[in-house]
Nanobody, 126 residues
Framework: EVLLVESGGGLVQPGGSLRLSCAAS???????????IYWVRQADGKGLEWVSC????????RYADFVKGRFTISRDNADYTVYLELNNLKPEDTAVYYC????????????????RGQGTRVTVSS
């Protein structure tokens, strides 16, 4: 069953912005507010990169060094959605972005066993 669905990707010029959304399906409503969510990305031909995480309340966040100051993660538990705001985008940000169901309550790092959505593609190009 699909638990998380990403959207908001697209083609944007360098320096531009996008807002990615990660919406829980109805199967995940009951537990959405009890676990952390994180984003990873994968460029074509490369491995997964951990990008950012948010805890279950949205109070604690962490970012990879390469996105600090440019990306912002947030969540709205009432709307069962996590957001990733991407600003000042660079060509090297081009990738498929996935939201991932993390550990209970906390902001967490990538684990291959964690459930992730189908992804949304971000392309940064002039």
């Amino acid at each position: 069953e699909v638990l998380l669905v990403e959207s908001g990707g697209g083609l944007v010029q360098p320096g531009g912005s996008l807002r990615l959304s990660c919406a829980a399906s109805r199967f995940a409503f009951a537990t959405f507010a009890t676990y952390g969510i994180y984003w990873v990305r994968q460029a074509d031909g490369k491995g997964l990169e951990w990008v950012s995480c948010v805890d279950y309340k949205g109070e604690r966040t962490r970012y990879a060094d390469f996105v600090k100051g440019r990306f912002t993660i947030s969540r709205d538990n009432a709307d069962y959605t996590v957001y990733l705001e991407l600003n000042n985008l660079k060509p090297e940000d081009t990738a498929v972005y996935y939201c991932v169901k993390g550990s209970p309550y906390i902001c967490s790092d990538y684990r291959p066993s964690d459930y992730r959505g189908q992804g949304t593609r971000v392309t940064v190009s002039s």
